[in-house]
């Protein structure tokens, strides 16, 4: 049995691939193949444009598939959400869907696109934003490259963005935030009740988040003498208490734990100040809560 799997084609392509790698499942595609290779034989990936992929779980033509929170909502689809993997192209932060206008334009908030043109990919979520607000407004699909069409060829677009940085490079500014979006996964709702789709795909989940989590962590490890482990310990941070084991020198400990890198720097001078000694940071591919 497989697991048909679809995976977004495009922008966030990399990204996935990169963090399946570290969850443990190593893909490859050739430039022009929609049919990725994986090392896992219970898996049978495609690689797919993320607009498309829920509308396929839904139909049950994939299994599962990796998909952001934007395009699941803009389908209007009926599938399960798995998990919410917080990942992007460029950062760890979430995609943002915006409303969004000329710098100069007089539009001050979505009432004030009565009567207006839009232009955007995600037609369904414009549309249902519009009713939310009790405005009629004219929404046309755009194939991209929405930011140069205002102010003549559109009043307003609806986009996402990551940073921003396109936004303001077309002198563009936000007037309201329809959606913050993530990549989810997510099953199809026959296939989520299969016990082995569903098993193969809780695992898949897991291994991801773990890999996630492990993404903005380090492990630090160092040997204390004894009589320093009060002071190293008030300095030390950890998801849970320390790991603390004896060393051959009944007079010394070793002391292990994880904890976020962005604290790292300020956290190792601290310590060495506190007695610690060969101190020893390093990575992780995953962690489990």
Not at 233 to 239: D, F, G, I, N
Request: hydrophobic letters at 40%.
């Amino acid at each position: 049995m497989k697991l048909k799997i679809g995976l977004p084609k495009g922008s966030l392509q990399e990204a996935t691939f990169e963090l399946f790698k570290k969850a443990g499942f190593d893909f490859h595609v050739s430039v022009r193949s929609y049919e990725p290779t994986v090392d896992d034989p219970e898996l049978e990936p495609w690689l797919i444009r993320p607009q498309e992929i829920p509308r396929y779980v839904q139909d049950g033509i994939l299994d599962v598939g990796i998909s952001g929170k934007d395009w699941i909502e803009d389908n209007g689809v009926n599938v399960v959400e798995v998990a919410d993997l917080t990942y992007s192209k460029a950062t760890r932060n979430p995609v943002r869907v915006v409303l969004a206008v000329q710098e100069s334009s007089p539009v001050q908030s979505v009432r004030d696109l009565q009567g207006k043109r839009i232009a955007t990919e995600y037609v369904r979520l414009t549309e249902r934003y519009l009713r939310q607000h009790d405005v009629q407004a004219t929404v046309e699909f755009s194939w991209g490259a929405c930011e140069v069409k205002v102010p003549v060829l559109a009043d307003a677009i609806v986009v996402n963005t990551e940073t921003g940085s396109s936004l303001r490079a077309h002198n563009l500014r936000v007037v309201d935030t329809l959606l913050v979006s993530t990549p989810r996964l997510i099953a199809n709702q026959q296939a989520w009740q299969d016990p082995w789709k569903r098993e193969k795909t809780e695992n898949i989940a897991m291994l991801l988040t773990a890999a996630l989590n492990a993404g903005v962590l380090v492990g630090l490890k160092m040997n204390v003498e004894r009589s320093n482990l009060p002071r190293v310990l008030e300095v030390l941070p950890a998801l849970k208490n320390p790991t603390i084991s004896p060393l051959s020198d009944e007079g010394w400990v070793a002391v292990e734990t994880i904890l976020e890198q962005k604290l790292v720097r300020e956290l190792i001078p601290q310590l060495k100040r506190a007695g610690a000694q060969g101190i020893v940071e390093y990575p992780l591919n995953k962690v489990i809560y």
